[in-house]
């Protein structure tokens, strides 16, 4: 997930400028982002505009208008399918506060509708965007915790009192969305109880259990009838436990444990230890989830909180609504995703943040390290490494045993043979640390490296241009080129679809295989009558 928070060129309208939604017109106006502000409330809409100065404007002009990509909706809850639906028909990306809508079946049709329109749909599950939990994640793919086998939640405060949803909708969402997360599952189980003390069939309190496919179990404990604020989450694993207490300090609002339990002749002992402070960068998540909304936009990514995650949690509360209407356990069947999402093998590893594109597919033992995007409909071949924030673009296909380093950016199909090879640095040593003297290497759109390749450092790599099996690139490659050997040297010309163009002198050629004609100018070929890309 990238979470660059730097002005973007994408513009959004915010529809909702309530409690939540003047916090989101603020960040988004930080952003560089705002285009419009849109209210049921005139009187809220023209303030909100005043003190932004932006447009307040209808719903429908919104829709309407070709300048603005995205709308972010934080209306009342109950309105958030019908005004998602009419925006995704309209051709915008959207931006929904939780949850995504209040059945399921509008859920999934959200989610269909996005896909089919290729629009980003992302649900406000805040809390996924908060650093400690980011870095709480990280640190669970990394094995710091061992298998998680428990972990529950509390959210509780004195207010907002609420007449129209319940606490377990208002503030469980997020729990939900968190431990889903963690878990690496949906529940195949699900129970709850509510209380009522203030309105009639609103329940005040609640508690929800969840079990997972592995046994692993979860409780959420959500409150708005609490003398004082608590947002803690525990995550207890066979390997290490954590405490995530958004209450507490930057200092101490993640802290881990090593294991806590003694094994002697077969039988558990207690073994305490001393709480660990996690550093974190102390961000804040608005602008974090907001800042990744843009650049999903602008990259036609994939969100953290896509609109299949949006469903899965929604199917939770559904559930656990059901269970405590009901009485008793909801069995859960496993969830029919929406056909486009990423595919990433169990054996491969994704740190957050990064931003994963729709129909990529990453496979065996590959891990994609944090802060790095991948684009749409790329194939992540067994044992690549990328990262940490590297940049790669749509339909790009790198094949097995390539690491990606630091510095490193493919444009939009870009080929990487087996076993080729990217540095980042022209003098490493095992005892010196040269971080600071990477030197970026640029392949551009279409370029084709061929297995055992080697790319030094601080070159770039031009459109549709050809690198040979083994060859050592160091220095840049012309567009069109085909370089061969160690080092690598200019051999001749290909076309954008790969054949070799003719050889020897000549001002004018065509491709003769795709009829394409190309123009030269010394080192210099360019396609005739059709823009290069």
């Given at each position: 997930?990238?979470?660059?928070?730097?002005?973007?060129?994408?513009r959004v309208a915010v529809?909702?400028?309530?409690?939540?939604g003047?916090?989101?017109?603020?960040v988004?106006?930080?952003?560089g982002a705002?285009a419009?502000?849109?209210?049921?409330?005139?009187r809220?809409?023209?303030a909100?505009?005043?003190k932004?100065?932006?447009?307040?404007?209808?719903?429908?002009?919104v829709l309407?208008?070709?300048?603005?990509?995205g709308?972010?909706i934080?209306?009342?809850?109950a309105?958030h399918h019908?005004?998602?639906?009419e925006?995704l028909?309209?051709?915008?990306?959207v931006?929904v506060e939780?949850?995504?809508?209040?059945?399921?079946?509008e859920?999934?049709?959200?989610a269909?509708?996005a896909?089919?329109?290729g629009?980003v749909?992302?649900v406000g599950h805040l809390?996924?965007?908060?650093?400690?939990?980011?870095?709480l994640l990280?640190?669970r793919?990394q094995?710091e915790?061992?298998?998680i086998?428990?972990a529950?939640?509390?959210r509780l405060n004195?207010g907002?009192?609420?007449t129209?949803?319940n606490s377990l909708w208002?503030?469980?969402p997020h729990?939900?969305?968190?431990?889903l997360a963690?878990?690496g599952?949906?529940?195949?189980s699900?129970?709850?109880?509510?209380?009522c003390?203030?309105?009639?069939?609103?329940a005040?309190?609640?508690?929800?259990?969840m079990i997972?496919p592995?046994?692993?179990?979860?409780?959420?404990?959500?409150?708005?009838?609490?003398?004082?604020?608590e947002?803690r989450?525990?995550?207890?694993?066979?390997?290490?436990?954590a405490?995530f207490?958004d209450?507490?300090?930057?200092?101490?609002?993640?802290?881990?444990y090593?294991?806590q339990?003694?094994?002697?002749e077969?039988l558990?002992?207690p073994?305490?230890s001393?709480?660990?402070?996690v550093?974190?960068?102390p961000s804040?998540?608005?602008?974090l989830?907001?800042g990744?909304f843009?650049?999903?936009?602008?990259?036609g990514a994939?969100p953290v909180?896509?609109?299949?995650?949006?469903?899965?949690?929604l199917r939770?509360?559904?559930?656990?609504?059901r269970s405590?209407?009901?009485?008793?356990?909801?069995?859960?069947?496993?969830?029919v995703?929406t056909?486009n999402e990423p595919?990433i093998?169990p054996?491969?590893?994704v740190d957050t943040?990064?931003?994963?594109?729709?129909?990529?597919r990453i496979?065996?033992?590959?891990?994609?390290?944090?802060?790095?995007?991948?684009g749409?409909d790329?194939?992540?071949?067994q044992n690549?490494?990328?990262g940490p924030?590297?940049s790669?673009g749509d339909n790009?296909k790198?094949?097995?045993n390539v690491s990606?380093y630091?510095?490193?950016?493919?444009?939009d199909g870009?080929?990487c043979?087996p076993s080729m090879?990217f540095?980042?640095?022209?003098?490493?040593r095992a005892?010196?640390?040269?971080?600071h003297?990477?030197?970026?290497t640029?392949?551009?759109r279409?370029?084709?490296i061929g297995a055992n390749?080697?790319v030094?450092?601080?070159?770039?790599i031009?459109?549709w241009a050809?690198v040979?099996a083994?060859s050592?690139v160091?220095?840049d490659v012309?567009?069109?080129?085909?370089?061969i050997?160690?080092p690598?040297?200019?051999?001749?010309?290909?076309?954008?679809c790969?054949?070799?163009l003719?050889?020897?002198e000549?001002?004018g050629?065509?491709?003769?295989s795709c009829?394409q004609?190309?123009?030269?100018d010394?080192?210099r070929?360019a396609m005739?009558?059709?823009?290069e890309e």
């Amino acid at each position: 997930m990238n979470t660059n928070t730097k002005t973007v060129a994408s513009r959004v309208a915010v529809v909702g400028c309530g409690h939540w939604g003047k916090n989101l017109t603020r960040v988004m106006h930080e952003l560089g982002a705002l285009a419009a502000v849109v209210d049921r409330s005139d009187r809220t809409a023209a303030a909100m505009a005043e003190k932004f100065q932006v447009p307040a404007r209808s719903l429908g002009q919104v829709l309407a208008d070709d300048a603005i990509d995205g709308v972010v909706i934080a209306a009342p809850a109950a309105q958030h399918h019908d005004i998602a639906h009419e925006a995704l028909l309209a051709g915008k990306h959207v931006f929904v506060e939780k949850p995504l809508a209040l059945k399921v079946s509008e859920a999934e049709e959200l989610a269909r509708l996005a896909a089919g329109r290729g629009r980003v749909l992302m649900v406000g599950h805040l809390m996924r965007y908060h650093p400690a939990f980011l870095e709480l994640l990280r640190l669970r793919q990394q094995g710091e915790l061992g298998h998680i086998r428990y972990a529950y939640s509390h959210r509780l405060n004195l207010g907002k009192f609420r007449t129209e949803e319940n606490s377990l909708w208002s503030f469980a969402p997020h729990d939900v969305s968190m431990i889903l997360a963690l878990m690496g599952a949906e529940p195949v189980s699900v129970s709850a109880f509510g209380h009522c003390y203030l309105t009639r069939s609103v329940a005040d309190v609640t508690t929800t259990h969840m079990i997972f496919p592995g046994g692993e179990a979860a409780h959420i404990h959500v409150s708005w009838l609490h003398p004082f604020k608590e947002q803690r989450l525990v995550v207890v694993g066979d390997g290490g436990m954590a405490v995530f207490d958004d209450g507490l300090g930057w200092e101490a609002k993640l802290r881990l444990y090593s294991a806590q339990i003694a094994w002697r002749e077969g039988l558990p002992f207690p073994d305490p230890s001393e709480a660990r402070p996690v550093p974190l960068d102390p961000s804040e998540p608005l602008r974090l989830e907001c800042g990744h909304f843009l650049d999903c936009i602008a990259r036609g990514a994939t969100p953290v909180t896509d609109g299949a995650e949006g469903v899965a949690v929604l199917r939770v509360l559904d559930a656990a609504q059901r269970s405590m209407e009901g009485g008793g356990a909801v069995v859960l069947a496993p969830s029919v995703r929406t056909g486009n999402e990423p595919v990433i093998h169990p054996t491969a590893e994704v740190d957050t943040p990064c931003v994963i594109g729709a129909g990529t597919r990453i496979w065996h033992f590959s891990h994609v390290l944090a802060g790095s995007s991948i684009g749409r409909d790329c194939v992540i071949g067994q044992n690549v490494s990328i990262g940490p924030n590297v940049s790669i673009g749509d339909n790009c296909k790198i094949q097995n045993n390539v690491s990606v380093y630091a510095g490193v950016t493919l444009e939009d199909g870009v080929f990487c043979g087996p076993s080729m090879v990217f540095t980042n640095v022209m003098n490493p040593r095992a005892e010196i640390s040269r971080k600071h003297e990477f030197r970026p290497t640029l392949v551009r759109r279409g370029a084709s490296i061929g297995a055992n390749a080697t790319v030094v450092c601080g070159r770039t790599i031009g459109r549709w241009a050809f690198v040979g099996a083994g060859s050592v690139v160091t220095r840049d490659v012309p567009d069109h080129a085909l370089v061969i050997g160690n080092p690598a040297r200019l051999k001749g010309w290909v076309c954008r679809c790969g054949e070799r163009l003719p050889g020897g002198e000549w001002s004018g050629a065509a491709c003769p295989s795709c009829g394409q004609r190309y123009g030269r100018d010394g080192d210099r070929v360019a396609m005739v009558g059709t823009e290069e890309e």
